[in-house]
């Protein structure tokens, strides 16, 4: 075989692989206009639950796991008490925080020690003190050793007192509706095992006393990219493997659980810094080698509103945390790929997060890299090369235009003209370099997956610029 024949062959490769990615998330953006129709037909005119539903709402737990976010602890706190939903408990587990969230906490909502019986149920870092707020009876407080953002989960799963519990992280605000909206796949379908909403950019929004005051863009252009980001993977990215009950993510920012489902398939996983979608994976391993029928569903208008990076050093680090994290979730749960008791799940979804996912951030750096070099030195022809930017690139402006189309006509957030034009042109430059980095910092954590190096939850700079005292 001559050079020029593997030159050949590596440039179809590259343009098939391509090819099949960007048709395998079209396929899905086809399947999230018409599952997005169909409920926006059946759930779109509600104000809250329907009567069918209202006397049938599950009391929830929701957990708010708190490392080192006292900018914005108290802010969310307030949106999750303003909740419009009948009855619900907040449990915020200060995961040895250092700096001052506990004290923050304390001041804030009168929090006072409370003797209260602590059931173990899954194995975690010790527990040092549980607090009671004496202003807000659903309002209590954990104080524990660091473990991470698992282990504090897990604490928060053994001192839940309610069959469902709502994951929300600290730096997040939900909106009034979102708990109501997104449990209702619990109501309509029994077998529901857990349900996510949609994780919105809060950057260039208003936050007063918790509530969302005003929807806004931010100036910092990454913050801008990961909006438009945020709309491709919510709208099209789960909101295409939901109807096949193949859905392999649920935001850890915003999901409900089955409390004694979780707790019987072992609880978060504390050696993985993806514990989200590792929990979601294992579900879908258990049940269904079980034979036991279930939904893992993603409902897509309950928001949760949370702060992005707004710097390459903190974005780098997430994205590099959520590469090796989804790394490990696979690879933790591999038995699932193409079991004869796997249905969708295992022999499409699975297969497609590994090769375009998971394994993918190596060929589509290689394949950049490559078919630069190629065409530099002349060994490939200025056609292949722009056939590979049509490709690579030309679908992947479609993808994120089409994206901020259908969600605009969906659920117009962001009503402003000026807006609208803003994404619209950020959704197209996003293609040119940002997602490319992206490749590269994906590449990075697959990297430190394969060496093994040890992850840890990460810290994050907080600016909290949208959230204001009054």
């Known amino acids: 075989m001559t050079l020029s024949d593997i030159i050949l062959m590596s440039q179809w490769f590259f343009l098939l692989y391509f090819i099949g990615m960007n048709l395998g998330y079209i396929m899905l953006n086809v399947m999230s206009f018409f599952t997005l129709t169909r409920y926006m037909q059946e759930h779109g005119a509600e104000e809250g639950l329907s009567q069918e539903y209202a006397d049938l709402q599950l009391p929830i737990s929701i957990l708010s796991p708190a490392y080192n976010e006292e900018a914005t602890v108290a802010a969310s706190v307030r949106s ?19 700096d001052k969230t506990l004290e923050v906490l304390i001041q804030e909502f009168s ?45 928060g799963i053994n001192s839940a007192r309610y069959p469902l519990f709502c994951c929300i992280d600290a730096d997040s605000i939900l909106q009034r509706d979102s708990l109501e909206k997104v449990v209702l796949p619990f109501l309509e379908d029994p077998t529901t095992v857990a349900s996510g909403g949609t994780v919105r950019i809060a950057n260039g929004c208003e936050v007063s006393g918790g509530f969302l005051v005003g929807t806004g863009l931010p100036s910092n252009p990454l913050a801008l990219f990961q909006i438009v980001e945020y709309m491709r993977a919510f709208l099209f990215g789960r909101l295409g493997w939901s109807p096949l009950n193949a859905l392999l993510i649920i935001s850890g920012a915003f999901g409900v659980f089955h409390k004694e489902k979780v707790i019987s398939a072992g609880g978060y996983l504390t050696n993985t810094i993806g514990e989200d979608m590792e929990l979601v994976v294992r579900l879908h391993r258990h049940l269904r080698q079980q034979g036991v029928p279930y939904r893992i569903t993603f409902v897509p ?8 990076p707004e710097d390459l050093k903190t974005l780098k680090s997430q994205r590099v945390r959520w590469q090796r994290g989804l790394a490990e979730s696979l690879a933790k749960n591999f038995e699932l790929l193409f079991n004869r008791k796997g249905g969708t799940v295992g022999w499409l979804a699975f297969p497609f997060m590994m090769i375009f996912e998971w394994l993918g951030a190596i060929i589509e750096v290689i394949g950049y890299i490559f078919m630069a070099v190629a065409f530099i030195f002349g060994m490939i022809s200025g056609q292949a090369m722009v056939a590979f930017l049509i490709v690579a690139i030309g679908l992947g402006v479609l993808l994120s235009v089409s994206a901020f189309l259908l969600e605009e006509i969906s659920f117009h957030i962001y009503p402003k003209p000026k807006h609208i034009l803003i994404l619209f042109l950020v959704a197209i430059a996003e293609n040119f370099g940002y997602r490319q980095l992206n490749s590269v910092w994906r590449l990075m954590g697959l990297y430190h997956w394969a060496r093994g190096k040890k992850g840890h939850w990460g810290e994050m700079t ?3 610029s949208w959230h204001k005292t009054g």
């Open 80 to 98: 999750l008490l303003q909740l419009t939903y009948p009855e619900y408990e907040i449990i915020v587990i200060n995961d040895g925080s250092k």
């Open 111 to 155: 929090l006072v020690p409370f003797p209260e019986a602590y059931r173990v149920r899954l194995q975690t870092k010790p527990v040092i003190t549980i607090y009671q707020s004496t202003v807000y009876p659903n309002l209590r407080v954990i104080d524990k050793e660091n473990g991470g953002k698992a282990d504090a989960l897990n604490v």
């Open 301 to 308: 208008d309950p928001i949760c509103w949370t702060e992005a």
């Open 462 to 464: 907080r600016k909290a």
